[in-house]
């Protein structure tokens, strides 16, 4: 068993409560420790207390868009690896305002099968590996 200083720390943020939570369910399932938020609003809340180590959103949502969220975790907490979906044209003009500001996002386009996912994640497991492992990360 893993020591939870081991354990990747997801937020998962989208406005549909039902994707939200599935995918949180299958990183649960999977060895993350998942939590699912269904705003750009509560997330931001929910990251003070979390500290995530992934920020997986939605771009498209009522209120804060993801990019803003990104944005604002980015700035918060530097190491965090942020993934955002989206299956809105209008994501492309955002994302190129967010680059005009410094910041570059992964983008994968909706709809994400939960294996993309869970690959980015192990990916990203075996760079931070490559660097000393989980217990380097902050928090």
Same mark, same amino acid.
């Given at each position: 068993?893993?020591?939870?200083t081991?354990?990747?720390?997801?937020?998962v943020v989208?406005?549909?409560?039902?994707?939200?939570?599935?995918?949180?369910?299958?990183?649960n399932?999977?060895?993350y420790?998942?939590?699912p938020?269904?705003?750009?609003?509560?997330?931001l809340?929910?990251?003070?207390?979390?500290?995530?180590?992934?920020?997986i959103?939605?771009?498209?949502?009522?209120?804060k868009?993801?990019?803003d969220?990104?944005?604002?975790?980015?700035?918060?907490?530097?190491?965090?690896?942020?993934i %955002?979906?989206?299956?809105?044209?209008?994501?492309?003009?955002?994302?190129?305002?967010?680059?005009?500001?410094?910041?570059?996002?992964?983008?994968?386009?909706?709809?994400?099968?939960?294996?993309?996912?869970?690959?980015?994640l192990?990916?990203?497991v075996?760079?931070?590996?490559? %660097?000393?492992?989980?217990?380097?990360r902050?928090?």
């Amino acid at each position: 068993m893993a020591r939870e200083t081991d354990v990747l720390r997801v937020l998962v943020v989208d406005d549909d409560a039902v994707i939200a939570d599935s995918l949180a369910l299958i990183l649960n399932a999977n060895g993350y420790h998942a939590k699912p938020v269904h705003s750009a609003e509560e997330a931001l809340e929910e990251s003070v207390l979390l500290a995530p180590d992934v920020l997986i959103s939605d771009v498209v949502m009522t209120g804060k868009s993801g990019i803003d969220l990104a944005i604002y975790i980015s700035n918060t907490v530097p190491t965090c690896k942020i993934i %955002l979906f989206s299956g809105q044209a209008q994501t492309a003009d955002l994302l190129a305002e967010a680059e005009a500001h410094g910041c570059r996002f992964e983008l994968l386009q909706k709809p994400v099968h939960p294996e993309v996912i869970l690959q980015r994640l192990s990916e990203y497991v075996t760079s931070l590996s490559e %660097l000393g492992g989980l217990e380097m990360r902050e928090g």
